[in-house]
């Protein structure tokens, strides 16, 4: 009797499994053939903002520093500051990553724009106050690519591209399929240059290896960020000057396919881009190691700053100051001054 019974739970167990497996591959399959079927030029040329019209004032308000305006126009928040002194014609914009939106970007909006900068931070669909127009499950980065380059293209001048993780991966993207003709690109813990599962993908599995079953029954990426815990493990390093439990209470739903999708065979840098960059990597990233970011960088022939014990969200950790200002001063030195336009000094 135990033998058999022993018998039937082995085969229960197996047949359990199975199912198990043959589920996720057919997702897996599922997935990769989504993605093989993009074709990005003929994304960007459909692309089109579904949201309803409109505008809505969220909030003004105004220091002795700036004017900051926050709006949702068309189904996309925005957030602008503009300084009260102006000092630069060029704005700079501000791409977010995964389950972030404009928001995070408050704490460096406010410093440049003391120092002179317009800047102009705003919000993927589905993402803080910008409404869902696709489920977040099923978005590509080509279909955020378009609304990126709606973004560059509605300001009077083409903007420095300031983008954190997966905007560092979108920022990637634009300087290959929209324009490598920038005045610079700041990368800020960006996904890497090559292959972000295996840059990246295994650490963070590792690390976490129960939110890839949960990931792969939805295709939402949430579980990766599930509880302040995880959060604060992935997201920020040690001295923050947010709290795990503030960071997790503002994050949304976001894609795995991006994930999978900024990888061969479904992409490959652009070689050469003259867009002046620079590469901003946290020494205490949990996301991606930071020699892969090293590698990342010189293949652009980026200028590489690793910031001192600082997590993945490079905007919230203990010396968010610190780092905004090396990005001021670069932006000074090698874009203002080196290509010759003092006359964007004002």
Not at 71 to 79: A, K, L, S, V
Not at 226 to 239: A, E, K, M
Not at 315 to 332: R, S
Request: proline share 7%; hydrophobic share 40%; aromatic share 10%.
């Amino acid at each position: 009797m135990a033998k058999n019974a022993l018998t039937r739970s082995k085969f229960w167990l197996g047949l359990g499994v199975g199912a198990l497996s043959g589920y996720f591959s057919f997702e897996l399959a599922w997935a990769l053939r989504r993605l093989m079927q993009v074709n990005v030029p003929q994304a960007l040329a459909q692309h089109a903002n579904q949201a309803a019209e409109g505008r809505r004032l969220v909030v003004s308000h105004e220091t002795e520093n700036y004017t900051m305006l926050h709006t949702i126009e068309d189904g996309i928040e925005r957030i602008a500051y503009k300084p009260r002194q102006p000092r630069f014609e060029t704005p700079i914009l501000m791409q977010h990553g995964m389950w972030h939106g404009a928001w995070c970007w408050r704490n460096w909006q406010e410093l440049f724009a003391a120092w002179g900068w317009e800047s102009h931070a705003y919000s993927l669909p589905g993402h803080a106050g910008s409404p869902v127009q696709r489920p977040v499950a099923a978005c590509t980065l080509d279909y955020y690519l378009g609304f990126l380059k709606a973004e560059v293209e509605r300001l009077p001048r083409k903007p420095v591209l300031m983008g954190h993780s997966m905007g560092g991966a979108l920022t990637q993207w634009y300087l290959k399929y929209v324009g490598d003709d920038l005045p610079a690109a700041v990368l800020v813990a960006p996904w890497s240059s090559h292959n972000l599962m295996a840059d990246g993908g295994l650490q963070v599995v590792m690390r976490d290896p129960l939110a890839v079953p949960l990931v792969m029954k939805t295709w939402d990426a949430t579980p990766f960020v599930r509880t302040p815990y995880y959060t604060g493990r992935l997201l920020l390093g040690q001295g923050a000057v947010v709290s795990p439990e503030e960071l997790h209470a503002r994050l949304g739903p976001e894609s795995v396919l991006v994930m999978m999708q900024h990888r061969p065979p479904f992409w490959s840098p652009p070689s050469p881009v003259r867009t002046p960059m620079l590469w901003l990597a946290g020494e205490a990233d949990a996301g991606i190691p930071e020699p892969c970011l090293r590698r990342s960088a010189a293949f652009y022939q980026a200028d590489y700053v690793v910031i001192e014990a600082a997590g993945h969200n490079l905007m919230m950790e203990h010396n968010y100051q610190q780092t905004a200002h090396t990005i001021h001063t670069w932006l000074l030195e090698h874009i203002l001054k080196s290509q010759g336009n003092r006359d964007e000094i004002r």
